[in-house]
């Protein structure tokens, strides 16, 4: 395709642009097969997003093959974990509070957690001494607090899907996202195969001018290839769109099979791979979170706060 036919004049791409170009191949095919007006003006529309990705950076719209409920069932798969976060607090019997204490420009406090009206919040906000956490455990002093859970129990493989509107504010980021105990370490993480970090979705584009109402999907590891070096391997898949996605609910999915990793925006597939040395054979740790970024990228009026909301977290499993 005329991504290998780049590759081969010596001009290097990213995963992200040699997938963009195989889709943009796969439809121009289309426009001397397609049936129909719509499925003509839907093929030139794939191809002009292409173009977006290399001219602007921009987002492309999944058009992969779907997924429901039915089809899994159809697969095999059944439901092994499910929370709607219908109670009045986080049931600490599934989710831990993670990585609580200083995080980049911050700080995670499990009282940035809260369920309420049959959804769960994850907040930012800048916390003085009037409003520091009641729990002196959690108070770290001055400063922006987010928050991170976590799920008790460890999954291999599987579907993974989180349904979520994304916090609206430039800065911080909301995330799900699934990681082994040691993915930046090249001896234990082996390429991936020994374990990885699968970002499920990042919202990292809030503001963008080509992509602002689309997410992020990556897949890190370390020792690619059998490296020794502590730099992170990491596989940026591209950014994709979603409906509206930080002020509406949009799912967010991951299918983890013994071949590869299948990544969905609403059902539908944005990209597939099987990246570095191979696809993770450990169990992994399934998180939730709102990210925060360095001091130098957080906003200046002190007065903000914004929410990540949840409306459910569901695991399936063959």
Not at 161 to 187: L, R, V
Request: net charge negative.
């Amino acid at each position: 395709m005329l991504a290998q036919l780049l590759l081969k004049l010596g001009i290097p791409l990213a995963w992200r642009e040699t997938y963009a170009l195989d889709q943009a191949a796969l439809n121009f095919k289309k426009l001397f097969t397609a049936g129909s007006l719509k499925a003509i003006v839907a093929s030139i529309m794939a191809i002009v997003e292409v173009f977006g990705v290399f001219l602007f950076n921009g987002a492309l719209t999944p058009r992969g093959e779907p997924i429901n409920e039915q089809i899994l069932a159809d697969k095999g798969y059944r439901l092994v974990f499910e929370d709607e976060f219908d109670g009045a607090e986080l049931d600490t019997t599934k989710w831990v509070y993670r990585a609580n204490g200083s995080r980049r420009g911050g700080y995670n406090a499990p009282d940035q957690v809260k369920v309420k009206d049959g959804s769960l919040y994850i907040s930012a906000q800048y916390r003085d001494q009037n409003n520091l956490p009641a729990d002196t455990s959690a108070n770290y002093g001055e400063g922006w607090y987010v928050g991170m859970i976590m799920l008790k129990q460890k999954y291999k493989r599987g579907y993974f899907e989180i349904k979520c509107i994304c916090n609206d504010s430039p800065g911080f980021w909301s995330a799900f996202w699934i990681q082994a105990d040691h993915p930046y370490e090249p001896e234990l993480s082996r390429g991936g195969v020994g374990g990885a970090e699968l970002d499920i979705f990042e919202s990292l584009n809030y503001g963008a001018r080509f992509k602002h109402d689309s997410v992020t999907q990556t897949v890190h590891c370390a020792g690619k290839g059998g490296s020794t070096s502590t730099e992170l391997n990491s596989c940026n898949l591209g950014s994709f769109k979603g409906n509206d996605i930080y002020h509406t609910y949009n799912t967010y999915g991951l299918k983890w099979t013994e071949d590869e990793y299948i990544f969905y925006i609403n059902g539908v597939e944005t990209a597939r791979n099987a990246w570095a040395d191979g696809v993770s054979e450990v169990e992994e740790y399934v998180i939730v979170s709102l990210e925060i970024p360095e001091a130098e990228k957080l906003p200046g009026d002190k007065s903000l706060t914004t929410d990540f909301i949840v409306d459910y977290v569901k695991i399936y499993q063959k």
